[in-house]
C-alpha cells in the first residue's frame, strides 16, 4: 500500500506524535512501516530492503547517501521512530 504523498506525513520529521494521530492518520501496519522509514529517507538513507529502495526511490526528495552510519536523528526523530515501532508492535499483536 502506498502512502498518499501531500497527506500530512510531514509531520513525521518536526513534530513529536502521538499514539492518537497514529490511530487516526494511519490504517495500516505497512503504511506504520512506511512512515518510520520516511524519517530514515529524509536524511538519504540507503535501505536494504528491496520494496523500500523502490517506494522511495520514486519520491522525488528522496537522495540515498553513502553513509548510513554517518545519519544523526534529532531528539524529535528518535522519539517517533520508537512511537511508531511500539505502534507496529501492538498492531502486530492485535493481529495475532
Do not use: C
Not at 13 to 34: D, I, P, T
Not at 68 to 81: F, M, S, W
Request: aromatic fraction near 10%.
Amino acid at each position: 500500500m502506498m502512502m498518499k504523498q501531500e497527506e500530512p506525513w510531514n509531520a513525521v520529521n518536526s513534530e513529536l506524535l502521538n499514539r492518537a494521530y497514529l490511530h487516526g492518520m494511519v490504517s495500516s501496519k505497512q503504511e506504520l512501516r512506511l512512515l518510520r522509514n520516511k524519517i530514515l529517507a529524509y536524511h538519504g538513507y540507503r535501505f536494504q530492503s528491496k520494496d523500500l529502495q523502490e517506494y522511495f526511490g520514486k519520491i522525488g526528495w528522496y537522495k540515498p547517501g553513502n553513509d548510513n552510519n554517518a545519519i544523526k536523528l534529532d531528539i524529535v526523530e528518535q522519539t517517533n521512530i520508537q512511537l511508531i515501532k511500539s505502534e507496529e508492535a501492538d498492531r502486530t499483536e492485535e493481529a495475532l
